[in-house]
């Protein structure tokens, strides 16, 4: 079998959440079927790096875009029915060149990750398609336009109005889709145009992330992702001022570490806050969670898979969630992971678990077991083949 398979970012290295989940997927692809990976590149950087692709995959196609042209698509776009995120991911020489490879005729199936890379393959007939949504991307704009002040509310109010149109578009023109959850499965299907739906988990290198042989810190709270995401920066804020200081007054020795690159300017003042260490960029996240007592995701706004919760449970820390973040990992509230529903019911969660170190143990280890029985690649991927034998088999029919 041959396969094209489009994303909307360049899959290699699989050092972000918007990677990660593609590159698993191409990778287990290729051990069947000939892949050619088709996405853009970002920077020079990125399209050296990306060369690493090859020992997963026969070929691939990376178009460099720019900065600049990539802004005046979706300043452009605003005035349109089309999404602004459409005009980011959007480049008519990978769409050249994408249509030069299906005219060849040689490809059996077409896997898209992601409603934005849609767009390229979106009018292609005769070949069996799949598009794995991923997140439901509209959801997530609209939660941003529910949580910023106007105008950007506004702005993020109008690009999700407009994304839920075409990915109802979208679904309708693929032959099956599939999302990361259940909850996103469940907004799949509100759209009533998907002909077939499926979910498939994010899995999690259980071997990389593993737990430390070393004691874990009994005083220590962590955060750990990337700060040029608004949600991670609204989270570890909210912590920093509202949750953090309530804990001290009764454990003054209570430290947070803020883990994860590209913090801003204000996020790395919180390191000025008692008890608060921005570590920025790090060569490996592990060496910081692994000594926590307790991992944090304190977010109000979250959508599909939290790799960050994932990573902490596989590595036998365990997370206290939002009930929003709670939702993108398949674990059961209470048993496997703790959620909290308000600034107190965060600071009594939290303490029972630093001033009880065998309720502290018994939720690690629950929370890696339900990591190494729902979430692995492994068992993930076995969903990813019926998915492409569900498809070629209904087109063969």
């Given at each position: 079998?041959k396969?094209l398979?489009?994303?909307?970012?360049?899959?290699?290295?699989?050092?972000?959440g918007?990677?990660?989940?593609?590159?698993?997927?191409?990778?287990?692809?290729?051990?069947?079927?000939?892949?050619?990976?088709?996405?853009?590149v970002?920077?020079?950087d990125?399209?050296e790096?990306?060369?690493?692709?090859?020992?997963?995959?026969?070929?691939?196609?990376?178009?460099?875009?720019?900065?600049?042209?990539?802004?005046?698509?979706m300043?452009?776009?605003?005035?349109?029915?089309?999404?602004?995120?459409?005009g980011?991911?959007?480049?008519?020489a990978?769409?050249?060149?994408?249509?030069?490879?299906?005219?060849?005729?040689?490809?059996?199936?077409?896997?898209v990750?992601?409603?934005?890379a849609?767009?390229?393959?979106?009018s292609?007939?005769g070949?069996?398609k799949?598009?794995?949504?991923?997140?439901?991307?509209?959801?997530?704009w609209?939660?941003?336009a529910q949580?910023?002040?106007?105008p950007l509310?506004?702005?993020?109010?109008?690009?999700?109005v407009?994304?839920?149109?075409?990915?109802?578009r979208?679904?309708?023109?693929?032959?099956?889709?599939?999302?990361?959850t259940?909850?996103?499965?469940?907004?799949l299907q509100?759209?009533?145009?998907a002909?077939?739906?499926?979910?498939?988990?994010n899995?999690?290198d259980?071997?990389?992330?593993?737990?430390?042989?070393?004691?874990?810190?009994?005083?220590?709270?962590?955060f750990?992702?990337?700060?040029?995401y608004?949600?991670?920066?609204r989270?570890?804020?909210?912590?920093?001022?509202?949750i953090?200081?309530?804990i001290?007054?009764?454990?003054?020795?209570?430290?947070f570490v803020?883990?994860?690159?590209?913090?801003p300017?204000?996020?790395?003042?919180?390191?000025?806050?008692?008890?608060i260490?921005v570590?920025?960029?790090v060569?490996?996240v592990r060496?910081?969670?692994r000594?926590?007592?307790?991992?944090v995701?304190?977010?109000?706004i979250?959508?599909g898979t939290?790799n960050?919760?994932?990573?902490?449970?596989?590595?036998?820390?365990?997370?206290?969630?939002?009930?929003?973040?709670?939702k993108?990992?398949?674990?059961?509230?209470?048993?496997h992971?703790?959620?909290?529903?308000?600034?107190?019911?965060?600071?009594?969660?939290?303490?029972q678990?630093l001033?009880?170190p065998?309720?502290?143990?018994?939720?690690?280890?629950r929370?890696?077991?339900?990591?190494?029985?729902n979430?692995?690649?492994?068992?993930?991927?076995?969903?990813v083949?019926?998915?492409?034998?569900?498809?070629?088999?209904g087109?063969?029919?």
């Amino acid at each position: 079998m041959k396969i094209l398979f489009v994303c909307h970012r360049f899959p290699y290295p699989p050092a972000r959440g918007g990677k990660i989940r593609p590159f698993n997927i191409i990778r287990h692809l290729s051990q069947s079927a000939s892949v050619t990976v088709a996405s853009l590149v970002r920077s020079d950087d990125e399209m050296e790096q990306g060369r690493g692709i090859l020992e997963h995959c026969d070929r691939y196609i990376a178009e460099p875009v720019g900065s600049i042209g990539t802004s005046l698509r979706m300043v452009m776009q605003i005035a349109t029915s089309q999404p602004s995120s459409m005009g980011y991911f959007y480049s008519s020489a990978l769409k050249r060149r994408i249509d030069a490879e299906l005219e060849t005729g040689s490809y059996d199936l077409i896997f898209v990750h992601c409603s934005s890379a849609a767009q390229y393959v979106e009018s292609w007939r005769g070949i069996p398609k799949i598009l794995d949504f991923g997140d439901m991307d509209s959801e997530k704009w609209m939660l941003y336009a529910q949580n910023r002040r106007f105008p950007l509310s506004l702005g993020y109010w109008l690009e999700a109005v407009k994304l839920r149109r075409v990915e109802a578009r979208m679904a309708a023109a693929f032959d099956l889709c599939s999302c990361t959850t259940r909850a996103e499965l469940e907004t799949l299907q509100e759209l009533g145009t998907a002909q077939e739906t499926e979910w498939f988990p994010n899995g999690v290198d259980t071997e990389f992330f593993s737990p430390a042989t070393e004691p874990y810190d009994p005083e220590l709270i962590c955060f750990a992702g990337r700060f040029d995401y608004f949600p991670n920066q609204r989270a570890v804020i909210y912590f920093s001022h509202e949750i953090l200081p309530l804990i001290q007054k009764k454990r003054p020795n209570t430290r947070f570490v803020i883990v994860g690159a590209q913090p801003p300017a204000f996020i790395r003042k919180l390191d000025q806050l008692p008890g608060i260490t921005v570590t920025g960029t790090v060569p490996d996240v592990r060496t910081h969670v692994r000594k926590a007592a307790v991992s944090v995701a304190p977010l109000d706004i979250a959508r599909g898979t939290q790799n960050k919760i994932l990573e902490a449970l596989a590595m036998g820390i365990p997370v206290v969630a939002s009930e929003q973040a709670s939702k993108g990992v398949d674990a059961v509230p209470g048993q496997h992971i703790l959620v909290a529903r308000n600034t107190q019911e965060y600071v009594d969660t939290i303490e029972q678990l630093l001033q009880d170190p065998d309720r502290r143990n018994e939720f690690a280890k629950r929370g890696r077991e339900r990591v190494l029985s729902n979430h692995s690649w492994a068992e993930s991927m076995k969903r990813v083949d019926a998915l492409v034998e569900q498809c070629m088999s209904g087109n063969n029919a």
